[in-house]
T-cell receptor, first 114, second 116 residues
Framework: AQSVTQLGSHVSVSEGALVLLRCNYSSSVPPYLFWYVQYPNQGLQLLLKYTTGATLVKGINGFEAEFKKSETSFHLTKPSAHMSDAAEYFCAVSDRGGNNRLAFGKGNQVVVIP | GAGVSQSPRYKVAKRGQDVALRCDPISGHVSLFWYQQALGQGPEFLTYFQNEAQLDKSGLPSDRFFAERPEGSVSTLKIQRTQQEDSAVYLC??????????????FGPGTRLLVL
């Protein structure tokens, strides 16, 4: 079964600094990969996804992620953190050809320090 | 446009009570998913519908959990004889297409269930 690993539940970043959230996946078939963001009392919102094609994926709010098959990784980055980026971020994977159920990591709570 | 809505947003139940959680997906979305998110954890898959057919219920933790989508639109997740370990946020998501086509899942705000 597919799974993802996110290390470090809380991540602190200074405003204007690089945001880097790590995600490693395990899947028996080429995966679909996702990053979702969750703001307090709101539903999960899709930041970006990788399905096929270009391995560098750009999403909303200036975020991007790169699919690296050799490293089984899909790390999320943003060059310059903004206060509004404070939220919880989840990496997720689903199998190709399956029912599209998502398997989520435990999440990273991002705190932005002024 | 209207997104996925869930009701109630908060539910407090006494241990042993039955609860029903409602999900209204985006109109026209074929697929509907339920996930359970425990405190400090990522969401975990419970069950999946394609229209009115429940195609995967492998994530339901016990036979106390039951889900239905009788007309292929609104779905209800029912938990019988609630236990304290059922306390969690229950998330509903919908997507436009069915199996084999990876469509974005759109999530509702969730129902936060607290069992005392």
């Amino acid at each position: 079964a597919q799974s993802v690993t996110q290390l470090g539940s809380h991540v602190s970043v200074s405003e204007g600094a690089l945001v880097l959230l790590r995600c490693n996946y395990s899947s028996s078939v080429p995966p679909y990969l996702f990053w979702y963001v969750q703001y307090p009392n709101q539903g999960l919102q899709l930041l970006l996804k990788y399905t096929t094609g270009a391995t560098l994926v750009k999403g909303i709010n200036g975020f991007e992620a790169e699919f690296k098959k050799s490293e089984t990784s899909f790390h999320l980055t943003k060059p310059s953190a903004h206060m509004s980026d404070a939220a919880e971020y989840f990496c997720a994977v689903s199998d190709r050809g399956g029912n599209n159920r998502l398997a989520f990591g435990k999440g990273n709570q991002v705190v932005v320090i002024p | 446009g209207a997104g996925v809505s869930q009701s109630p947003r908060y539910k407090v139940a006494k241990r042993g009570q039955d609860v029903a959680l409602r999900c209204d997906p985006i109109s026209g979305h074929v697929s509907l998913f339920w996930y359970q998110q425990a405190l400090g954890q990522g969401p975990e898959f419970l069950t999946y519908f394609q229209n009115e057919a429940q195609l995967d219920k492998s994530g339901l933790p016990s036979d106390r959990f039951f889900a239905e989508r009788p007309e292929g639109s609104v779905s209800t997740l029912k938990i019988q004889r609630t236990q304290q370990e059922d306390s969690a946020v229950y998330l509903c998501a919908s997507s436009l297409e069915g199996q084999g086509i990876q469509e974005t899942q759109y999530f509702g705000p969730g129902t936060r269930l607290l069992v005392l």
